[in-house]
């Protein structure tokens, strides 16, 4: 059996573009909010699965965006299943794009 990967066409491009891109208009307050809701509605169905997973990589360039600015989340490398059953313990080690680690986390470690 062939395995294909199957993407929603995107017209907006990620988050980041939008941010950071010179020369783009700004996305007004309400959909920022719009925006910032789908992506904490997208990480909660993730957390609220039977197998439930751990994101691991929230950043702006990971959020794509639609012609509606309806957000999506993309690039799930660093995701790992969370705990199920009776394990409670999921690696808290550090992961994701470096230089997008707390301040707080690169000094102490903790």
């Known amino acids: 059996m062939d395995l294909q990967e199957v993407y929603e066409f995107i017209s907006k491009g990620s988050l980041e573009n939008h941010l950071f891109r010179r020369g783009v208009q700004p996305i007004p307050w309400a959909t920022r909010v719009h925006i910032a809701t789908d992506v904490a509605r997208g990480i909660s169905f993730l957390h609220n699965l ?25 690039d799930f490398g660093y995701a790992r299943a969370g705990p199920s059953g009776d394990r409670t313990h999921v ?14 986390y690169v000094a102490t470690g903790q």
């Open 50 to 74: 039977d197998s439930n997973v751990i994101y691991r990589d929230l950043k702006a360039s990971n959020i794509l965006l639609d012609s509606d600015f309806n957000a999506k989340l993309s």
């Open 91 to 104: 690696s808290t080690r550090v992961v994701g794009t470096k230089g997008y680690a707390a301040p707080e």
